[in-house]
């Protein structure tokens, strides 16, 4: 099992950039597939981003592609989301999460561990 604490969140304008972490402890992170998944009041949580455990393949929902960026940095046990051009609809809260390796992953469901979340609150 591994711990994940994320931190970054915020409140920001339209329009502007935030850098979410996620930092694991317990396990390395190169044992893991990552993803990052959000969930706005009354809503389901939803796919975000994911990358590979190597971090040579990544994907992104189509809301937010062109707009956010997912990395890792496996020797700091790091996985990021940087986040620009951000826009109302972004408001949530984000959550990390780790899966097995073998694929990425776009249901919650085939994650194993969580972060507790951090709020993001984008105004208009």
């Known amino acids: 099992q591994v711990q994940l604490v994320e931190s970054g969140g915020g409140l920001v304008q339209a329009g502007g950039s935030l850098r979410l972490s996620c930092a694991a402890s317990g396990r390395t992170l190169s044992s893991y597939v990552m993803g990052w998944f959000r969930q706005a009041p009354g809503k389901e949580r939803e796919f975000v981003a994911a990358?590979?455990?190597?971090?040579?393949?990544?994907d992104y929902a189509e809301s937010v592609k062109g707009r956010f960026t997912i990395s890792r940095d496996n020797a700091k046990n790091t996985v990021y989301l940087q986040m620009i051009s951000l826009k109302p609809e972004d408001t949530a809260v984000y959550y990390c999460?780790?899966?097995?390796?073998?694929?990425?992953?776009?249901?919650?469901?085939?994650?194993?561990?969580w972060g507790q979340g951090t709020q993001v609150t984008v105004s208009s």
């Open positions: 990358i590979s455990w190597s971090g040579l393949s990544t």
């Open positions: 999460a780790a899966g097995p390796v073998g694929g990425i992953w776009y249901r919650w469901s085939e994650y194993s561990d």
